[in-house]
């Protein structure tokens, strides 16, 4: 799957290079530096590098704070040539039920967070495919399976290995436009001031924002 994405991301890059040249002059906005193997490292060896070159002890941390991809980012940049990351291996109990463990190194998931110029664009991993894995997985959650039995179905009958990512394509665009801030990169964005009141039959107060 992060081969599938730095593939996409790839063809992505080369694309905007061929068709959008103007368009990023005039944003002055740079395309990213993207290698054909993107540098990778397990969330342990991600805060381990942390505590040894800023000295903030995060190692017990199941995730990544904001400041720590920001670094994070940093370091790819000035070590590797690379404008992304990946972070993999997150904790069993920071990811979802249906998340699958790597059996080589238990408590430790086969998932991913791919980080792009300071910020995690996407989230990604393989899933249990046996039923008596994912049942597992529910209980393990403190859940009831019999409250996912719809979707326990497709389990009993035979799921193949699968798994997959989820990309932030207004962060994406953001990053590569180099924009102050995501709402820019998203058509309707919604905030405290940008809330739809139509769906209600009311109109807006305030029809200037």
């Not at 791919?114 to 597992?136: M, P, S």
């Not at 009831?144 to 932030?168: A, R």
Request: charged share 35%.
């Amino acid at each position: 799957m992060m081969v599938l994405e730095t593939r996409l991301l790839r063809y992505i890059n080369e694309h905007l290079k061929e068709t959008c040249a103007k368009e990023f002059a005039l944003l002055k906005a740079k395309l990213p530096t993207l290698p054909n193997e993107i540098p990778s490292m397990k969330l342990r060896e991600a805060q381990e590098l942390i505590f040894k070159e800023t000295g903030a002890d995060k190692r017990k941390e199941p995730d990544l704070e904001p400041e720590d991809e920001r670094f994070l980012c940093e370091w790819a940049k000035r070590e590797k040539n690379s404008d992304f990351v990946f972070v993999t291996h997150y904790p069993v109990t920071k990811r979802p039920m249906y998340t699958f463990e790597d059996p080589d190194d238990i408590g430790y998931t086969k998932s991913f967070d791919l980080l792009f110029r300071g910020i995690e664009i996407t989230t990604g991993g393989q899933r249990w495919h046996k039923y008596e894995d994912i049942v597992a997985g529910i209980k393990e959650k403190g859940l009831d399976p019999e409250k996912f039995s719809f979707y326990l179905q497709t389990f009993k009958y035979g799921m193949p290995p699968h798994g997959g990512w989820g990309m932030g394509l207004e962060r994406l665009t953001q990053k590569f436009l180099n924009l102050a801030n995501v709402k820019e990169a998203s058509l309707f964005p919604r905030d405290i001031n940008r809330i739809d009141t139509l769906l209600h039959g009311k109109e807006p107060n305030d029809t200037k924002k």
